[in-house]
């Protein structure tokens, strides 16, 4: 069993930076993908970033790519995602999950309680 604990979440201005940090209790995060995902209001939960285990491989989402970095630490059981030139759309909660790859894509299996990111314009 692992437990997520999202922090760093708060309000920042259009064009700003953020750093959300995930840190993993429980088991050893190198066993899994890791990833982040958001849900804004009225809306589904979507993909923003994914990191396999060894942090070789990373893919984002089109609406974040360029600006968003995501990373992990598996000595420290922490992800991080970096948030830069972040806009009004990126305003949500967002999520940590570790899960494990299928076809390139992270199937989440444990997920945080999440954190609320808003930008304001």
């Known amino acids: 069993q692992v437990q997520l604990v999202e922090s760093g979440g708060g309000l920042v201005q259009a064009g700003g930076s953020l750093r959300l940090s995930c840190a993993a209790s429980g088991r050893t995060l190198s066993s899994y993908a890791m990833g982040w995902f958001r849900q804004a209001p009225g809306k589904e939960r979507e993909f923003v970033a994914d990191?396999?285990?060894?942090?070789?491989?990373?893919h984002y989402a089109d609406s974040v790519k360029g600006r968003f970095s995501i990373s992990r630490d598996n000595a420290k059981n922490t992800v991080w995602l970096q948030m830069n030139s972040v806009k009004p759309e990126d305003t949500a909660v967002y999520y940590c999950?570790?899960?494990?790859?299928?076809?390139?894509?992270?199937?989440?299996?444990?997920w945080g309680q999440g954190t609320q990111v808003t930008v304001s314009s």
């Open positions: 990191i396999n285990g060894s942090g070789s491989s990373i």
């Open positions: 999950a570790a899960g494990y790859l299928a076809a390139q894509k992270l199937i989440p299996v444990h």
